[in-house]
DNA sequence: TTGTCTGCAAACACTTTGCACTTTT
DNA sequence: AAAAGTGCAAAGTGTTTGCAGACAA
């Protein structure tokens, strides 16, 4: 799945490796550092697409013994992931996607309902705008989630594939 | 659940009810204007708040035999209304919620995590984002949704309460 | 009459949980 | 050794579907 690839320089200014800073949140609550979450960090730091457990789970069984992992520990791994704040978690046409969420920069999504493709970007009005509404409600932002959904200029250009149906 | 009511009166100023508006539709595909259709309808109008279709199953359970419906028919007829343009859906805490699209100007929400409401809220400046950043991906935009997530006022005043699981 | 709709029960997709065993600390 | 984690199988959610009988047109 494409992603713009602007932020990734960004990655490079993180002062801990994904799989550094997880093992730190893991002690820190006397959790263990296992075989299984070392894989499963690894993995999922080694690709910067979006993806959901059940892609995680095919891809880990992909590869040797060894570096596998069942798929309740893929759930519970990825919960922790996403508390540790390496990833975050969205919804999307009734299962859970997870982004990077360490190093990146916060931004919203493009979705494209035929091809399913989520292309990035980020608004710093968009923040204002959010700031303001909540003010005025006098409302405490914890985070914002955007998504605009349409046709991206792949799926314009080349219309014959048939649309997928809408279930946002 | 409380819903700002500043948009009430736009619904006077539509043309048809909901129930004629769906009827058309149903008519306009050879669909059949059945029992259970006209109470699902009806019963969605008489009420403006945020729902799901347990909660519709639930209520339309408490009401006299004639007015009911089973949970597929509800599951079924749902979907036909958003299809019609009666309805939105929303995905929320791994559920379903619809609100009326129906002589309803468009907004997005404030959602709290603690009590689960949903604050609407409208911004044009919103919209413009989306179309420059739209633009800028040459992207065809059909719809967006912001949800802003947060704590309420209600909620930051009586802060005892025990804060339910962010599962966004 | 004819074809759609309904309700039931069963199937679904995705995710979570109970529990005996394994592993980290 | 003690505590936490794993994998399996089973249980949950919320939602959808196959089908025989019911009903609208």
């Known amino acids: 799945m494409a992603v713009a690839s602007d932020f990734s320089l960004v990655t490079v200014a993180t002062a801990l490796s994904p799989r550094e800073r997880f093992e730190e949140f893991l002690q820190a609550r006397g959790k263990r550092v ?23 789970l095919a891809d880990l069984r992909g590869t040797r013994e060894g570096e596998r992992a069942s798929r309740p520990t893929v759930y519970r791994t990825l919960a922790e992931m996403v508390g540790a704040g390496l990833l975050r978690k969205m919804v999307l046409d009734g299962r859970a996607v997870y982004e990077h969420d360490y190093g990146y920069p916060r931004h919203d999504h ?56 809408d279930r946002v």
């Open 34 to 56: 296992t075989r299984q979450r070392r894989v499963i960090v690894d993995h999922v730091a080694s690709r910067h697409e979006h993806f959901d457990a059940e892609q995680l």
């Open 110 to 165: 493009l979705y494209c309902t035929r091809c399913r493709k989520l292309i990035e970007f980020s608004s710093d009005d968009l923040a204002k705008i959010c700031d303001a509404v909540a003010a005025r409600h006098q409302f405490r932002v914890e985070s914002h989630r955007l998504i605009v959904t349409g046709v991206c200029v792949d799926c314009r250009a080349s219309r014959s594939r048939s649309r997928l149906q």
